[in-house]
C-alpha cells in the first residue's frame, strides 16, 4: 500500500512538473516558446529555432516596492492560448498595410499580475500586466536574456559615462564578441548574432521594446558566466530609475534629473507593460521589414490621419545658415528664411524648419519669436508660395507651455514642432512625449521628434509624430573626427535601428568627402562618402519628413540632381529589401504606385552589384540611374545621371565607389 501512494505522489508529482513548462508555437511551428516556473531563479523563459536553442532559460520578472516578486518559482497558472491577427492600415509607414498573425499564451502569475507571450513567424514578444487596483511601486524589473557560447554582438553605448541614462541615443555600434563587450549599458536595438549555435550564417536576434507608455525605457549590459554546462553570455536589463526632483541647464532652458528614486516606475489600477521583442531573422535582408515593433504597439488613438501631410524639408541648421551670394547677411532673420522658403517651392519640397534661435532658447521663451524673425510674416510668405512652416524646440519647454504654445501657432499656421532634447527615457520622459503627442494633435500638431530615444511604435498610437532620431546622423558629421566611420554605420542601422521605426538622419550634404580627403569643418560641413550615397538615403531610409539639410545656394547650381532627390517620395505603398549585408552594404526597393524606387548604398569598400529586375511589374519602365561618377572614388562629389529602359526580365550591373551608393526610378511606361 506505501509502495502504492508513494508511486501515486511520485506521478502527480511528475505531472506537477511537466505543468509548470508550458510551451507554445509560432504559426508555422518553427519557433518554440517554453515558459517554465519550476526554477529557484524564478520565471524562465526561452526561444528554440527549429529545435535549437536561440535563447536560453532566461530569467524575467518583477520586483515591486513592497516587496512582492512577480514570476517567483510556481507561481504560474495553466495559460490559455488564442490566435491574434493584425490586420490595419499603417499611415506613414514603411508600406501601406500589415498583416500579422501571431499565437499567445496568456498565463496568470500570483499577486494579480499576469504574463502574456506572442510567437509570430517573425520573432518572439513577451509582457507582465496587473489586474491589482490601487498604486503599484515597480522597484526594478528582471531581464536576463541568456545566450549560449559567446555570440557576437551590435551595442551602442551610452555616450555619458558619470550618468549613464542621460544622453542623446546617437552612437556607432560596437560589433563585439559578448565576452569582450566594454563595461557600458547600450541602449535598444540590440542584436546577436547565432550562427554559432548551429544555425545559417546570418540568423541574429534583435532585441527592441514596443507599446512603450508610462514606463521608463530598456537598457542592456554584457555579462558572461559560468555554469556546470559551461560558459554562457547574457544580456542583463536596467532601467532609468523614476526622477525625484529636476532641474534647468540654463542653455536652452533643458530640464534634466538631479535626483532619484529607488525604484523605476509607479501606476494606479490595472495595466499592461511595455512589449520585450525578440526580432528573429535568418537573412539579413529580413531585418528593415520586420515589423514587430509597429504591430505590438497600441493601435491609432487620434482618430483620423489627413490632416497629416508627410513631406521634404529645407533645412537650416546643418548648413549653418551659410546662403552664398546674396544681397542681404544671412543667419536667424526673416530675410533668410524666405530665400528658404523660395528655394523649397522651387524644388517642390513641402517645409521649411525654424530650427534653434528663432526664439532664444537660453530663456526658454517660446512664446515669443526674437526680433530678427517676424513669424506671421514667414507663415504668410509660405502660404503664398504652398510651403508651411514647422518651428524648433526643447521638449520641457513645449511641455511646460503646452496648451497656450499650441493653441497660438496653431492659429497662426504653423503645421507641427521639431521638438529636441528630451536625451531620457525614464518614465516621466516617457509621458512627456506621448502628453505633447496627444495635446498637438488635438491642434492638428505633427511632430517631429529629435534627441530622443529609439522609437517603440508611438507613431502606430499617436501618427501625428512622423519622425524620430536616436540614430547617429548626419549632424555628426559636424564634429566627427577622420577616425569617425560614417559608411559603415550607414550599412547598419537600416538593419537594426530601422526595425524600430522611422528615422530623422536629416541627409542631403553637397560637399562630400572620400575616406582620404574628408575633412572637420563645422560651419561647412562635408559628409563621409559620395554624392550618391547621399541621395540613396531618401530611398533607404524609413522617413515621412526628412530633411534636405544643406544650403539653398549649395542645391541650386545643381538643379537636375535636387529636382531629382526633392521629388522622390517620403512614404510607400511596399517596401523591399533587394540585397545586402549588415555593415557591407545595402540595396531597398520602394513601390509607390506602378512606379519603383531603388537606392543603395555601401561601406568604404568599393563594389559592384548584380541587380536583377524581376520585383518590376510586366511592360516596359523607364529608369533613371543616379550613380556614382566614375572619378567618384577621388573626388566624392562626381556623379552621373542616365536614362534607359528595362523590363523585368533584365539584370542591372551597378558599381558604388568607395562609401558611394545609387538610386533608381522606375517609371512605368
Request: charged residues 25%; contains cysteine; proline residues 4%.
Amino acid at each position: 500500500m506505501k509502495k502504492c501512494v508513494f508511486l501515486l505522489f511520485a506521478l502527480l508529482s511528475v505531472l506537477n512538473l511537466a505543468a509548470r513548462e508550458q510551451r507554445f508555437t509560432s504559426p508555422n511551428g518553427r519557433l518554440c516558446v517554453v515558459v517554465d516556473d519550476n526554477s529557484d531563479m524564478g520565471l524562465l523563459l526561452s526561444v528554440r529555432l527549429d529545435g535549437v536553442a536561440l535563447i536560453a532559460p532566461s530569467p524575467i520578472g518583477l520586483t515591486l516596492a513592497d516587496g512582492t516578486i512577480v514570476g517567483q518559482k510556481g507561481s504560474a497558472s495553466k495559460g490559455r492560448t488564442k490566435v491574434v491577427i493584425d490586420d490595419s492600415d499603417a499611415p506613414f509607414y514603411r508600406q501601406r498595410h500589415i498583416r500579422t498573425e501571431a499565437n499567445q499564451l496568456d498565463i496568470r502569475l500570483k499577486g494579480g499580475f499576469g504574463l502574456q507571450v506572442r510567437a509570430y513567424n517573425e520573432g518572439v514578444a513577451y509582457r507582465f500586466y496587473t489586474t491589482r487596483k490601487g498604486e503599484t511601486i515597480i522597484k526594478s524589473e528582471k531581464a536576463e536574456y541568456d545566450f549560449n557560447g559567446d555570440p557576437k554582438a551590435w551595442l551602442a553605448y551610452t555616450t555619458n559615462k558619470e550618468k549613464p541614462f542621460a544622453m542623446a541615443f546617437q552612437n556607432t555600434y560596437d560589433e563585439t564578441l559578448l565576452s569582450e563587450a566594454r563595461d557600458l549599458i547600450a541602449f535598444l536595438p540590440v542584436t546577436v548574432a547565432c550562427d554559432g549555435c548551429g544555425f545559417g550564417p546570418q540568423t541574429k536576434v534583435t532585441i527592441l521594446e514596443s507599446d512603450l507608455r508610462s514606463y521608463p525605457g530598456m537598457f542592456l549590459k554584457a555579462q558572461t558566466q559560468k555554469n556546470a554546462s559551461g560558459s554562457f553570455s547574457s544580456l542583463k536589463a536596467t532601467f532609468a530609475p523614476y526622477p525625484k526632483k529636476m532641474d534647468y541647464y540654463r542653455w536652452r532652458g533643458m530640464s534634466y534629473v538631479s535626483e532619484a528614486e529607488d525604484f523605476i516606475a509607479k501606476s494606479s489600477g490595472s495595466r499592461t507593460y511595455p512589449w520585450r521583442v525578440f526580432a528573429v531573422t535568418e537573412q539579413d535582408t529580413e531585418m528593415p521589414v520586420n515589423n514587430l515593433v509597429y504591430t505590438l504597439a497600441t493601435p491609432n488613438e487620434i482618430g483620423k490621419t489627413d490632416w497629416i501631410k508627410p513631406g521634404k524639408v529645407a533645412w537650416d541648421w546643418w548648413n549653418d545658415w551659410n546662403l552664398r551670394g546674396v544681397d542681404f547677411e544671412a543667419g536667424i532673420n526673416t530675410q533668410t528664411y524666405k530665400y528658404y522658403i523660395d528655394f523649397a517651392a522651387k524644388f517642390g519640397l513641402q517645409y521649411v524648419v525654424l530650427d534653434e534661435g528663432w526664439y532664444d532658447s537660453s530663456k526658454g521663451d517660446i512664446m515669443n519669436p526674437i526680433d530678427n524673425i517676424d513669424l506671421a510674416e514667414l507663415i504668410a510668405y509660405g502660404r503664398e508660395k504652398g510651403i508651411d512652416i514647422v518651428l524648433w524646440t526643447v521638449f520641457n519647454v513645449l511641455d511646460e507651455h503646452l496648451d497656450e504654445a499650441c493653441k497660438k501657432y496653431a492659429a497662426m499656421g504653423v503645421k507641427g514642432f521639431k521638438v529636441d532634447f528630451l536625451d531620457r527615457n525614464d518614465q516621466t520622459a516617457v509621458e512627456m512625449a506621448e502628453r505633447i503627442a496627444k495635446h498637438c494633435a488635438g491642434y492638428k500638431l505633427f511632430l517631429d521628434y529629435h534627441g530622443f530615444y529609439s522609437p517603440t511604435g508611438l507613431s502606430r498610437t499617436y501618427p501625428n509624430v512622423m519622425n524620430y532620431e536616436g540614430v547617429f546622423g548626419m549632424e555628426e558629421c559636424r564634429w566627427a573626427k577622420k577616425t569617425t566611420d560614417m559608411p559603415l554605420y550607414d550599412v547598419t542601422f537600416p538593419f537594426m535601428r530601422q526595425m524600430a521605426g522611422q528615422t530623422d538622419f536629416t541627409p542631403g550634404a553637397m560637399r562630400n568627402g572620400t575616406r582620404y580627403n574628408w575633412v572637420e569643418c563645422y560651419q561647412n560641413p562635408v559628409s563621409m562618402g559620395t554624392r550618391c550615397h547621399q541621395a540613396a538615403c531618401y530611398v533607404l531610409h524609413d522617413s515621412p519628413f526628412t530633411m534636405l539639410c544643406d544650403a539653398p545656394t549649395n542645391y541650386e547650381p545643381e538643379p537636375d540632381y535636387t529636382k531629382f532627390i526633392a521629388s522622390i517620395p517620403v512614404v510607400w505603398d511596399e517596401t523591399r529589401v533587394l540585397q545586402g549585408e549588415m555593415g557591407k552594404y545595402v540595396v531597398i526597393a520602394r513601390r509607390l504606385g506602378d512606379d519603383w524606387y531603388v537606392g543603395g548604398q555601401t561601406n568604404w569598400d568599393g563594389r559592384t552589384i548584380e541587380l536583377p529586375l524581376e520585383f518590376l511589374g510586366s511592360g516596359a519602365y523607364k529608369a533613371t540611374l543616379l550613380t556614382d561618377g566614375i572619378n567618384a572614388n577621388h573626388h566624392a562629389e562626381d556623379y552621373r545621371f542616365v536614362e534607359e529602359t528595362h523590363q523585368s526580365s533584365e539584370t542591372l550591373s551597378i558599381t558604388m565607389a568607395s562609401g558611394g551608393g545609387f538610386v533608381v526610378k522606375f517609371a512605368k511606361q
